[in-house]
């Protein structure tokens, strides 16, 4: 099976944490659930967070010190070992992975390297699906646009290099410089 849908599960005072994720894994074409907390209130977000498991093909667990001891991170972890979900751990440096999934390897990050660790669960995910188009959206003129995405080869490159793929604009003909982590667009 291809993944096609991810479900991030977070605590409340990692929702940005989760946005980001959210943000870069729809540049390579991935959908994404996160249990937004101020949604709609005439769903639940018991609801909504179930829904969103059902509905996807892997849980990525984002467990900072504080996030791991969410009951709600828990719970979500519990109901996608129930539905045999694959589990993504995106732990902080020093945060407990819950014992649901502490034989699991996690993808251990610092928080001022997160960048590092949503490239690294983009390589992973690039792993196993079929991964082929980039969404820029052009941060001079706002136009989006999509591309092929670069192959894994040349962005481990650009990485070594310092960190950038470059890309024209198809509308406005900027240079746009892009995150080769998490394909985020600069001027």
């Given at each position: 099976m291809m993944?096609?849908?991810?479900?991030?599960?977070h605590s409340r005072e990692d929702e940005e944490m989760a946005?980001?994720?959210?943000?870069?894994?729809?540049?390579?074409?991935?959908?994404?659930y996160v249990?937004?907390?101020?949604?709609?209130?005439?769903?639940?977000?018991?609801?909504?967070a179930s829904?969103?498991?059902?509905?996807?093909?892997?849980?990525?667990?984002?467990?900072?010190?504080?996030?791991?001891?969410?009951p709600e991170v828990c719970q979500e972890i519990g109901l996608a070992r129930g539905l045999d979900l694959l589990i993504i751990p995106l732990q902080e440096e020093g945060?407990?992975?819950p014992f649901l999934i502490e034989h699991l390897r996690p993808l251990v990050f610092r928080v001022e390297k997160y960048a590092d660790a949503i490239g690294l669960l983009i390589k992973t995910l690039r792993?196993?699906?079929?991964?082929e188009w980039l969404k820029v959206t052009c941060p001079k003129?706002?136009?989006?646009?999509?591309?092929?995405?670069?192959?894994?080869?040349?962005?481990?490159?650009?990485m070594q290099k310092g960190g950038w793929l470059e890309t024209v604009c198809s509308y406005c003909q900027n240079k746009i410089w892009l995150d080769a982590r998490t394909f985020e667009p600069k001027l």
């Open positions: 993944i096609s849908k991810v479900y991030i599960s946005l980001q994720i959210s943000r870069a894994l729809w540049r390579v074409g991935l959908e994404s249990a937004l907390y101020n949604l709609s209130p005439a769903i639940s977000l018991a609801e909504r829904f969103g498991l059902r509905n996807c093909e892997c849980l990525v667990a984002l467990l900072t010190k504080k996030g791991s001891f969410s945060a407990n992975l792993e196993l699906s079929r991964l003129c706002g136009e989006e646009m999509t591309q092929y995405l670069t192959p894994q080869v040349e962005v481990d490159e650009a």
